[in-house]
């Protein structure tokens, strides 16, 4: 029986890394297996010796799984690099190598995951699996029916336009807000877009698990409950990649729209229908003006008879016969 797997999971296995991280690595030659430079797509078996910038790799290193919930504060960075100052790992400061699972931005706060398990981090972050993710966010001005249509239906950014989404309006300024991918500062350029500015932005939510009382800044322990779930979730995921071919013409009805062209303020739907007017009435102003075959058919026939009557070419370009003994005869 086989017992092989793949060498970036068995990286990932360990805690060291996450699969794509490992990747990585083994493409800037920073892994060796079994001595010599791996490369993508080496698998790993018992008794084989791994290593990472020289450090030992093996199976006896490695840890129990862990899954931890933070409600991250603003001005934290989702980020494993320890040289940029106030980065997730050294706020949480855990004694194991975890890695967050998505991103958070800068400015915003709430719910995100960080875990040692590779696997659940790549099916996690695949957007064809539509794992769920709800936001409360407060605006710079007042919101209405208008805008939360608008937002639910789908905005056009970065080249393509957002899937569409839950939105309900939760006070005067505040809406929530739940989406199944994730975009670089999706909800912020959505809002940008309607001519509003995000001025508070919390996650409450990622799939089966919420932040509920979790204070600002701390973390706890996913209960076995909300492990389960999540396993179960994304037990299929391997799926993802090919679920998520029909994306393509989403970017197809973008382009007509690019958010760079398009007013980024002051935008109600209700302009939207004078402009289609304005297309459609360009057609019907071509096709008005009258198209007649007759001419066609009367030039044709004139161009048929000033044919008949020059003398006919044979194959070699010389003229034919009968207009040879048409000269003679005038000649004598």
């Known amino acids: ?123 996690i972050l695949r957007a064809a699996n539509n794992h769920e993710k709800e936001y409360v966010v407060r605006v710079n001005k007042p919101i209405n029916p208008a805008f939360v249509q608008q937002m639910s239906q789908g905005v056009p950014i970065l080249d393509t336009r957002t899937l569409p989404c839950k939105v309900q309006m939760m006070g005067r300024q505040t809406f929530r807000i739940t989406l199944t991918q994730g975009l670089n500062r999706q909800i912020r350029r959505m809002c940008e877009y309607l001519g509003y500015t995000v001025v508070g932005l919390q996650r409450v939510r990622i799939m089966n698990v919420r932040l509920d009382k979790l204070p600002l800044g701390k973390w706890r322990h996913l209960s076995e409950a909300e492990i389960s779930f999540l396993k179960e979730s994304v037990a299929d995921s391997s799926k993802g990649r090919s679920e998520s071919v029909p994306s393509a013409p989403r970017k197809k009805t973008a382009t007509h729209t690019p958010a760079k062209e398009l007013p980024k303020s002051g935008f109600t739907p209700e302009n939207k ?25 009367t030039e044709k026939p004139g161009r048929r008879e000033n044919a008949v009557q020059k003398p006919a070419q044979s194959r070699k370009g010389k003229p034919s016969g009968p207009p040879k003994n048409a000269g003679k005869r005038r000649r004598g």
């Open 1 to 123: 029986m086989d017992q092989s797997i793949s060498l970036n999971k068995f990286i990932s296995d360990t805690g060291y890394c996450s699969r794509r991280k490992a990747d990585n690595l083994i493409t800037q030659g920073r892994v060796l297996l079994n001595d010599r430079p791996a490369a993508l797509g080496n698998r790993y078996k018992p008794g084989d010796t791994v290593e990472v910038d020289g450090s030992l790799i093996t199976a006896a290193k490695k840890e129990k799984r862990v899954y931890l919930a933070l409600n991250k504060p603003p001005g934290i960075t989702t980020t494993t690099e320890l040289h940029i100052k106030d980065n997730i790992i050294s706020f949480v400061n855990y004694p194991q190598r975890i890695f967050p699972i998505g991103r958070l931005d800068k400015d915003s706060e709430g719910l995100i995951f960080l875990t040692n398990d590779g696997d659940i981090i790549n099916k």
């Open 273 to 297: 229908p004078s402009a289609h007017k304005h297309k459609t009435a360009k057609p019907p102003a071509k096709d008005s003006k009258p198209r007649t075959g007759k001419t066609k058919t």
